[in-house]
């Protein structure tokens, strides 16, 4: 067990909607990250935020977008969603902006 | 961006043989990160590797970095079933920016008993 929660573990929806997928990061880390993982891509890093501020951005599409809150939980929101964007979801965390990173379990997202 | 070749892409051996997994780049690594991946699981950080040269092991892996820091291999003797997984190869992009990783596209192993 990693320490890092994901929910939800499965999330089905259509094209179109939202959906906002929840992290929360181990015990003391001040870093989150989101990773798309998908067949075509493999992981592909989205973006970091380090103790609420935005650190470091990637190829994260501008349907996306996420926020890291006071208590250090993270959310990821994917709107106008497409059949493209269904994949796994991973969070990770580290307790500072340049230690090892400790990933969830992922949210498996599929847009039908 | 660093890309990030990883080969083979599959591998499908017995119990008790020897395998290697390699990472290839045409950059030169700050550090280079290697992470296991079980199905409905999270990768699993397995080792760092920061020094041209160095040479890591974890039990019956054997984590190797080119001295020219522009690749690497993982080397598994006597696999086992309980190896079986995704085996990633990640670089990160260095200072604050650590967890900023990119990974190679993984190569799956099978380990049959």
């Known amino acids: 067990d990693s320490g890092v929660t994901q929910t939800p573990k499965h999330l089905i929806t259509a094209t179109g909607q939202r959906v906002t997928l929840r992290c929360s990061p181990r015990s003391g880390d001040l870093s989150v990250y989101w990773y798309q993982q998908s067949l075509d891509q493999g992981l592909q890093f989205l973006i970091q935020y380090y103790n609420g501020e935005e650190r470091a951005k990637g190829n994260i599409l501008e349907r996306f977008s996420a926020q890291q809150f006071p208590d250090l939980h993270s959310e990821l929101n994917l709107s106008s969603l497409e059949l493209g964007d269904s994949a796994l979801y991973f969070c990770a965390s580290s307790a500072t902006g340049n230690s090892p990173l400790h990933f969830g379990n992922g949210t498996r997202l599929t847009v039908t | 961006t660093q890309l990030l070749e990883q080969s083979p892409q599959f591998l499908s051996i017995q119990e008790g043989e020897n395998l290697t997994v390699y990472c290839n780049s045409s950059?030169?690594?700050?550090?280079l990160q290697w992470y296991r991946q079980e199905p409905g699981e999270g990768p699993v950080l397995l080792v760092t590797?920061?020094?041209?040269?160095e040479v890591k092991k974890l039990k019956r892996l054997t984590f190797q970095f080119g001295d020219a820091r522009k690749d690497s291999s993982l080397h598994i003797t006597a696999a086992q079933p309980g190896d079986t997984g995704l085996y990633l190869c990640?670089?990160?992009?260095?200072?604050?920016?650590?967890?900023?990783?990119?990974f190679g596209q993984g190569t799956i192993l099978t380990v049959h008993p």
């Open positions: 950059s030169v690594f700050s550090s």
């Open positions: 990640a670089a990160g992009a260095g200072g604050t920016s650590y967890g900023k990783l990119t």
């Open positions: 590797v920061v020094t041209g040269g």
